[in-house]
């Protein structure tokens, strides 16, 4: 993962809407809160140690840093620890920050429970710190971690293989003979990155063969790993750009797409979706597309092939009483579902979030029947009108200010082609009304489709997707909803009086700051050949 430094954003902070809205003088007092409280914090718990502003820890964001694994690391001795499979490492750039990065150093040193053995060696013209510290806990855990200052390059590792490898890469002013930007699949995702990346992100997925130990392979979970294919990935990469007015997130997974995988489990990409009438209403909604049998078959030959022949056993024997309770076979009542789920959060007059769900199914009286038998000791009525069949469920759950039992009820509606459920018998009546045509539509501005910020960034998308979702951010009333939250804090100090929550942030929050910046979002993601 890199950090590109604040330069690289140039005069991003002039036309980006989420830098301005953090650079908004209405949002000076949350930063002066937190500035407060990471002072009070040195005080307590480090008072002989010179107070770190946090104006100056925000500054370390001015230059380029990057964090990361190397699995498999290749140790010059034999590890007393079996499983530790990877070397974790951070580079930063110190220039200008190199007397901050000591202070910031001595901060972490002094917050430090337990006192480490503290020792140096020199390697390529550096002088490398060994950190070890044990934990005080029941397995006595040792971690050490070795740090150095190469040229202008703060460098830190878990594994001393990969600090001296570090050492020797920045020291040396000639090209590493091996970058990871050298790779095949890094360059096979970097069009995914894009080049105006302020932060991106690569993994290379290790060949498990080459990367679990050769005592460990016959192990459950390297049994499991083998048996859900993950050789079939091959990499991943993505990056969040601020360059534009839009603040932007985009990568891939890239790998074997052929049938056996994990990749099986992405639904296949439509241009529309059976839920979107359903659930596009509110300003904010999700829809996916999954393939919940192949999940299931997936995870369900893994996890057979990690166990033992008696465990097996108990897993077939938990199958035969489901398909004894359900009335057919997981397999089979799983197939019932298409795959698409969607979802979408309205809010009342008094800010209190309004949730409602919509499964795209098929064979209405096996679904009916499915979750009469699955859920038969929530179902509190039952009525029918047309081809709609309506289940009122009621949980009991114990009242945390009373200690009363109560019930919270939850209403499902089962058409033909869905199931929708939601708190509000109302709200779930009305959108099968909608769906069926026996009341008005709801008023297309009222829909995020109709948003005109939306349908400008749903163009930057393909037009087949397994997943689309979107927000009328101008619409939400985060005045109301942060008071709700506030009013709800203050009732949670009576119950917790050890460690109250504390609502003084979400107080500093102005009305109208959010809505002043930020106008809509949209999101997707879909399954190709690659």
């Known amino acids: ?117 503290i020792s140096t060696y020199t390697f390529g013209g550096s002088t490398i710190e060994v950190r070890t510290e044990t934990a005080n806990d029941a397995a006595a855990t040792t971690s050490t971690t070795y740090s150095t200052l190469a040229g202008n ?6 594994q001393k293989d990969c600090i001296q490898d570090l050492v020797t890469r920045f020291s040396s002013p000639t090209k590493p003979a091996s970058s990871v930007i050298d790779s095949p699949e890094y360059s096979a995702v970097r069009p995914y990155i894009g080049q105006d990346a302020a932060l991106e992100y690569f993994i290379h997925f290790p060949d498990p063969d080459k990367w679990i130990p050769a005592d460990q392979k016959d192990q459950p979970v390297a049994r499991f790993i083998r048996s859900i294919h993950w050789e079939k990935i091959h990499a991943a990469g993505g990056a969040i750009s601020f360059s534009g007015e839009a603040t932007r997130a985009h990568g891939a997974i890239l790998g074997d797409t052929s049938a056996g995988s994990l990749f099986d489990i992405a639904g296949a990409s439509a241009a529309t979706f059976q839920t979107q009438a359903i659930v596009d209403a509110g300003p904010y909604f999700s829809i996916s597309k999954f393939n919940f049998s192949a999940l299931y078959q997936i995870v369900r030959e893994a996890a057979v092939a990690a166990m033992t022949p008696q465990q097996s056993a108990g897993l077939l024997g938990a199958e035969a009483m489901a398909q004894g309770s359900l009335g057919m076979s997981v397999s089979d009542a799983l197939q019932l579902f298409t795959g698409e789920f969607g979802s979408r959060i309205s809010f009342a007059e008094d800010g209190e979030s309004q949730q409602m769900y919509a499964v795209a199914i098929q064979k209405q009286p096996d679904v009916l029947r499915l979750l009469r038998a699955a859920l038969a000791k929530f179902i509190a009525a039952e009525d029918t009108s047309g081809d709609t069949t309506y289940l009122d469920l009621a949980f009991p759950y114990r009242d945390p200010e009373s200690g009363q039992q109560r019930r919270s009820f939850y209403y499902l509606a089962v058409t ?11 709200k779930v009546r009305d959108a099968v009304a909608r769906i069926s045509g026996k009341t008005a539509s709801m008023p297309s501005q009222d829909s995020v489709l109709s948003n005109p910020e939306f349908v400008r960034l749903r163009q930057l998308l393909p037009e087949k997707l397994s997943g689309l979702g979107g927000a009328d951010i101008a619409k939400i009333p985060w005045d109301k909803i942060i008071a709700r939250f506030v009013e709800q804090m203050e009732s949670a100090k009576q119950s917790n009086r050890n460690n109250p929550p504390t609502a003084e942030m ?6 109208g700051l959010i809505n002043r910046h930020l106008k809509a979002s949209a999101n997707g993601w879909w399954k190709d050949s690659g």
Do not use: C
């Open 506 to 511: 979400l107080r500093l929050i102005k009305p």
């Open 1 to 117: 993962m890199q950090w590109r430094g604040r330069s690289f954003l140039g005069n991003a902070d002039k036309k980006n809407h989420m830098l301005q809205l953090l650079e908004d003088p209405d949002f000076d007092p949350v930063r002066q809160t937190l500035a407060k409280r990471f002072l009070d914090w040195q005080q307590k718990t480090n008072p002989a140690v010179p107070a770190l502003q946090f104006s100056d820890l925000i500054s370390l964001l001015d230059n380029p840093a990057a964090f990361g694994f190397i699995a498999n690391p290749q140790p010059s001795a034999k590890t007393a620890y079996a499983s530790h499979l990877a070397s974790a490492f951070f580079v930063y750039n110190v220039t200008g920050k190199a007397t901050l990065i000591q202070k910031l150093k001595a901060l972490a040193q002094a917050s430090s429970k337990t006192k480490p053995q």
């Open 416 to 426: 033909p082609q869905f199931i929708i459920t939601g708190p509000r018998k109302a």
């Open 153 to 158: 390059f703060f460098l830190v590792a878990t």
